[in-house]
């Protein structure tokens, strides 16, 4: 016979077990209404609505693929040549274009860094950009001398469009159709084919790729639309990581950026990734980068527009994105010539600017201040047209040029720095 406190025992295990499975019906009972309600909210989430295409324009380029569009300040009639640049962290305005205006920026104190130095900036303060379709309200023009841009690429340069432009919209640029197309936030369907890549960016996008030469290293870089070139390293970049053959020659050359001219060296490497594309013997300028400008120890140098040009470029900095889709540019050769000659648009002239040491153009006898008259047959006055007639490595290109107010006949011989 069971005792008393036995027989409560016997009761109560029973009851305890009981409660303990209804308290795991209750708990697993909660979860599931957890979940379903959770399910029901998601449902709910607001969704941005589709990204609507607002205008599309033209553009043209400039050697290396530097895009160049045409719109309006303001109320004022003439339209002005603006670059369309990922490396500007703002947008800019020409400091003779607004003598010709008769704006008035205001001294500031800040200042912009660029590849010769560092210089004070001033600002005009809440103005629109006319594009076509387009009216680009509340910005903050940056003021700079570009007349060293103008004197490179052969045309007026009244400014610079970067982040306060790209950070509005999402941009699509076509060198297929040679368009710009802009669209509202939201939404994007990206078309097949493509790469994604996420880059960081505060107001210049950042990417990763690897370089490939003596050694296999990744590392970040600018994004820049702005750089006629293919890829620019810094040589703290260049010896830190031990990246180049020792083996590879080395040119001299000159570079011309935000602030004047800067002397770097240009060569080739084995190769480039950016995402899942792939270039080989890709040029390449070491640049001894006293200002810091490329950011290093944390970026290696910057990717440049000759080989963006590539693709056909999505960008969306609202959603930190990026879309590459390889266009009928992808397997363009890249350009390897070598001449040590800088010419320039000076006072409706082409004019002899830089004469490298030991380069071809001194050999050929050409020399600083030289207008040039004709470059092969040519006498169109177009620098953009006598630099492309330049491009072709092994050719024998006979140059006229005016010296002293006499004609002479130089002949130049095209290296290749492959």
């Not at 607004?98 to 800040?110: H, Q």
């Not at 390897?336 to 010419?343: A, D, E």
Request: glycine share 8%; proline share 4%.
């Amino acid at each position: 016979m069971l005792s008393q406190e036995r027989h409560l025992l016997l009761i109560r295990r029973p009851l305890r077990q009981l409660g303990s499975r209804v308290c795991r019906f209750l708990l697993l009972l909660h979860v599931a209404l957890l979940s379903l309600t959770r399910a029901l909210s998601a449902q709910e989430t607001f969704v941005q609505p589709a990204a609507k295409l607002i205008t599309s324009f033209p553009f043209t380029t400039f050697t290396g693929g530097v895009m160049l569009i045409r719109a309006r300040l303001g109320d004022f009639p003439d339209t002005l040549n603006f670059i369309l640049d990922t490396g500007s962290g703002g947008i800019s305005l020409d400091s003779n274009t607004c003598e010709r205006l008769k704006l008035k920026p205001v001294p500031s104190d800040k200042t912009i860094l660029g590849i010769a130095g560092v210089r004070p900036v001033k600002f005009l303060y809440n103005q629109t950009l006319q594009l076509p379709g387009l009216a680009v309200d509340s910005l903050n023009f940056h003021v700079n001398n570009y007349d060293i841009l103008t004197s490179v690429y052969g045309d007026q340069v009244d400014g610079i469009i970067g982040y306060s432009f790209f950070s509005r919209y999402i941009v699509k640029i076509n060198y297929d159709s040679m368009k710009v197309y802009v669209y509202t936030h939201g939404n994007f369907r990206y078309p097949r084919g493509g790469y994604l890549i996420r880059p960081i960016i505060a107001s210049l996008p950042i990417v990763s790729a690897e370089v490939r030469d003596a050694r296999d290293v990744n590392a970040r870089f600018y994004f820049d639309t702005g750089a006629g070139l293919c890829t620019l390293l810094s040589t703290d970049f260049a010896a830190d990581s031990e990246i180049l053959d020792k083996r590879r020659k080395m040119f001299y050359t000159q570079a011309q950026g935000l602030g004047g001219k800067a002397s770097m060296q240009l060569t080739t490497v084995r190769e480039v990734r950016l995402g899942p594309y792939r270039f080989r013997n890709v040029p390449t300028y070491i640049f001894d980068d006293q200002y810091n400008v490329t950011s290093y120890p944390n970026l290696g140098g910057l990717v440049g527009n000759d080989i963006l040009r590539r693709f056909n470029v999505i960008l969306n900095y609202e959603h930190r994105v990026i879309y590459l889709m390889p266009n009928s540019h992808y397997r363009d050769l890249f350009d390897y010539s070598y001449t040590g000659l800088g010419i320039y648009w000076i006072d409706g002239e082409v004019r002899v600017g830089d004469v490298m040491k030991g380069s071809p153009a001194e050999k050929a006898g050409l020399k600083e201040d030289d207008v040039v008259v004709a470059v092969g047959n040519n006498f169109s006055n177009n620098i953009q047209t006598y630099k492309n007639l330049l491009q072709n490595p092994g050719d024998k290109v006979k140059i006229i040029v005016k010296r002293n107010e006499q004609l002479e006949q130089l002949v130049l011989q095209v290296k290749s720095i492959r």
